[in-house]
């Protein structure tokens, strides 16, 4: 009984200590917006000067608001930017790790704040979650979750975050975990930072280990990774395009594409009708395909991604095209396959 006591008491006394000083930042603020509340009793009228002296007034006291607004929230910030770091440097707790990792990518889906950003640079955050990333003692769910907060910090200002995570080991750390959401969050930096982190990926030989996920026995990684494909393919130059050619994406995504035909005709020979009717709830806003057949029309998905990509003149996309379609025909195990696979491909591509 005792112990609960003197627990209970350490707790509102770290109540009370927390509020006092809040309260103390906050001193200055609070009594100038009294004093402005205290001045507007005093306008209470209808004539013309008091109708003007309550509008100044109001303005005044809206100012002061918001000030004592915006000095709470640094308030909150100072000390989960403090928490954050504290709990991930020295907590073994790996619950307590990914619950304050979620607090953080909360706040920063508020979107861009000047002081928030100058607290993460001072506190060298970036650099924490870094070395989590790459640390293969942590845990799966760990490092996801840090991925997470990484794409979150590239949202939040590309400008000063981007260069940190092409400059160091974040994208080859998320191309060589085993993870699911590790590919989705690459697939959103590919998004977010396009064409330079494309060109980082096909001159640290990244593209053909992407490809290589497409043999993942997990059917997640391997939607993952198409996403990450058709990116590449939209913000590629020539080399990242034979790269991924070399690297025999056509021949992996005719085999894809035949396999899932195949899951989705039963014993009789019936289609499944799951995939051959599209449900418009399950479509992708960007490929536009269902999302439980995810290697349906792959190989025109990604003919179609390059045709419309921005970095290939259109003699390249021709050529390319052309390369495709020959790749088709030395893959397909059957005439029936081939015509069915060109013809997605050149009535998917846009003239």
């Not at 640079?121 to 070395?131: D, G, N, P, Q, T």
């Not at 191309?175 to 699911?180: F, N, Q, V, Y």
């Not at 056509?250 to 899951?263: A, D, F, I, M, R």
Request: with cysteine; net charge negative.
């Amino acid at each position: 009984m005792a112990q609960k006591l003197d627990a209970n008491w350490n707790v509102c006394r770290s109540r009370r200590r927390f509020w006092h000083t809040l309260i103390d930042a906050l001193h200055p603020t609070t009594f100038n917006l009294k004093s402005q509340l205290e001045k507007l009793k005093k306008y209470q009228g209808y004539s013309l000067p008091r109708f003007l002296g309550r509008q100044i007034l109001n303005y005044k006291i809206y100012q002061v608001a918001s000030a004592i607004e915006t000095e709470i929230q640094a308030y909150f910030d100072r000390e989960s930017v403090q928490n954050l770091v504290g709990t991930l440097e020295e907590s073994a707790d790996e619950d307590e790790k990914v619950k304050v990792l979620v607090e953080f990518e909360k706040r920063l889906s508020r979107g861009f704040d000047i002081h928030f950003q100058d607290l993460i640079l001072k506190a060298k955050i970036f650099s924490i979650l870094e070395h989590l990333l790459c640390d293969c003692s942590c845990s799966i769910r760990i490092r996801d979750q840090v991925a997470l907060v990484i794409a979150s910090l590239v949202r939040f200002n590309k400008d000063v975050f981007v260069g940190l995570v092409l400059m160091g080991p974040t994208v080859g750390a998320l191309i060589s975990m085993p993870s699911c959401c590790s590919i989705r969050v690459l697939s959103l930096l590919i998004k977010f930072i396009r064409i330079p982190l494309v060109d980082e990926l096909e001159a640290h030989k990244g593209i053909p280990r992407i490809i290589s996920l497409l043999s993942s026995e997990n059917v997640a990684i391997q939607a993952e990774a198409i996403d990450c494909i058709l990116g590449i393919a939209y913000y590629g130059r020539r080399e990242a395009i034979e790269a991924m050619l070399e690297a025999g994406l056509v021949e992996k995504l005719v085999e894809l594409q035949g396999l899932e035909k195949q899951s989705n005709v039963d014993e009789n020979g019936t289609a499944n009708e799951e995939c051959s009717k599209p449900d418009p709830k399950m479509e992708s806003e960007e490929e536009g395909y269902v999302e439980n057949c995810p290697f349906e029309a792959c190989v025109a998905r990604f003919a179609v991604q390059l045709e419309s990509g921005e970095m290939l003149s259109k003699k390249e996309k021709t050529e390319f095209k052309l390369e495709i379609l020959r790749r088709v025909r030395e893959a397909s195990v059957s005439e029936a396959e081939i015509a069915s696979i060109v013809a997605e491909v050149l009535w998917g591509s846009s003239p």
